[in-house]
């Protein structure tokens, strides 16, 4: 099912955006 594999990719690239938005506010601080 190829819904299924893009929302498997479409939560990867979430995840992989937060960890990237606390990285960035953890060097700021």
């Given at each position: 099912?190829?819904?299924?594999?893009?929302?498997?990719?479409?939560?990867?690239?979430?995840?992989?955006?937060?960890?990237?938005?606390?990285s960035f506010v953890?060097?700021?601080?």
């Amino acid at each position: 099912n190829s819904s299924e594999g893009l929302s498997y990719v479409f939560i990867c690239c979430f995840l992989l955006m937060g960890f990237i938005l606390v990285s960035f506010v953890s060097s700021s601080k």
